[in-house]
């Protein structure tokens, strides 16, 4: 038969274990909480993309709910933080003193040498008994508030999801826009045209006031020479 003292300290270290699980699935949630958080402030932000469309009202309901579902988690995650304190072991000078205690105590008696050990070990016991009792109760409320959080948790991503779906055919329209400024983009064989034709531009001009000064110069003289 298993030892009692063993048993009580097995539950005990149990509960504790179960404790840890829950502060990391409390930190998870935490994290999640906050990416959905980011989630939908980054659509409120570019809410003007999609005003005017029937997208704009899909966002408003989709949006409620994560909105609602993440308020939820919030304050699920507030009571699971107020919920009661676990409760541990005593110290081990505090359990030395008291075992010391018995002994100074029982030591009066010769007719009872074992009973400072056996009234020490039932005290163990119950100090196991007790904490184990309270933090099986401790970790049952706090399962509970996190499997509600987990649903909400749940909830709030698909409606996430779906508000930022609303946004769809705004990047569609984004590409479409990029595509075609890439289409109709200029050749570098245009552009050499154009910078060749407008470096000749120049000496075609200087040529023409040439000729004229030419000109007018041939006319001077025929008036000279009549």
Known sequence: MLDRLEFYKELYYKELESKEILATRFTTNVTLVTFLFGGLFFCIKNLNDIKGGWFFYLFLVFGTIAIIANIRILILLCE????REYEFIHSAKTLDDRHTLL??????????????????EQEIINYYI???????????SRIKKMGRAQECIIASVIATLLAISCYIPTFLKEDANVQKVEIYKPSKEKD????????????????KVDNDKETNQLSGDDENVK
């Not at 699971?80 to 919920?83: C, E, M, N």
């Open 103 to 120: 002994k100074n105590h029982y030591g009066q008696y010769p007719n009872s040498p074992d009973q400072a050990d056996i009234q020490f």
């Open 80 to 83: 699971y933080l107020a919920g």
């Open 130 to 140: 007790s904490a184990a009792n309270h933090n099986f109760h401790v970790n049952d």
């Open 192 to 207: 050499e045209q154009v910078k060749e034709k407008a470096k000749g531009e120049p000496r075609d001009s200087h040529k």
